[in-house]
């Protein structure tokens, strides 16, 4: 059956390969695209967002801007290109790595993230998932401003977090880093969750082949993918620490994989706690995997992915996009 979503993200390369994923995979109905501060600004996140909708031919999707802020953070931004933190030196200035994608021609949703989302939930059956890959403000701003929408939330598919080392931190992942006292009212709100954090993430390493195989679908979306992904082979790119082989992860794809086919992980019901402390353990995910404590568990905790299968099915949901089209003279 379809599964009706809400891709709350910061786009960023790895959120955009989880849109494209899910805009060509009839497993899940995309309602929306909601976007905040994260790995850019939110001015950039939801041009971002916008431009991958489009390439996908999808310029009837709704994109809306949410928070460009976290909820303590003591930076104020002066606009909304400005941002207490960036991830500009793994996903580029722009936050879509070397993509070529003109400005959006698509428009921006009026309504603000937040306001969406609770109205989505609040008239919908409770059949409603949140994709949630990047910090969790809008989902945590949504639950504050109207707890009721908990109950109509089926469940959260989040990445962030981890049972192990952090990425931006000895013990935070980014997005939980971002916001910890969002991450912490997400999971202290009873809402069913499945968490993606860095140790099932960092497994969905991709290398030179694999884009390479991508180029070879030779469609725009295709090119799209490539060139978003180009910087991550030049010299000096960022490599994820905790990996075994390039450094090179889509962290939030493993979202939409999970919704397409969950039979392609394996994880845990545990107890999951949120460290807000302004200490180095700020925003740290402390998972409780051999239930020492005995607290009620509070997510299903993903640590395996099938790597060679994983790809399989992004390459196959990428090869659905459109080929380019010949001229009559045979040209592109
Ligand atoms: O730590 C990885 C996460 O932070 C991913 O969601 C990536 O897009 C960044 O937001
Ligand atoms: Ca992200």
Redesign the pocket.
Known sequence: MTQKIIID??P?V??AVAILMALTSPEVEVLGVTTNV??VSLYKTQLNARRVCEVAGRLDMKVFAGCPRSLFNRFAPESVEDTAYTAADIHGESGLGGSKLPAPTMPLQDEHAVNFIIRTLENSTGDIIMVC??ALTNMATALIMSPQIAAKIQKIVL?GGAIGLGNITPAAEY?FYCDPEAAHVVFTSKIPIVMFGLDVTRQTEFDKKWVDEIEALNSPVAQALVDILSDAFKPGAYAEPGTKGTGKVL??VNCIAYLINPSLYEGRNVYVEIDTSDTINSGRSTVDWWNKIGKEPNALVMNKVKHEAFFALLTERISRYPKFQKSANGTL
Do not use: I, L
């Open positions: 993200c910061d960023g790895d959120d994260g790995n890959t990047g990445m997005n962290h939030d």
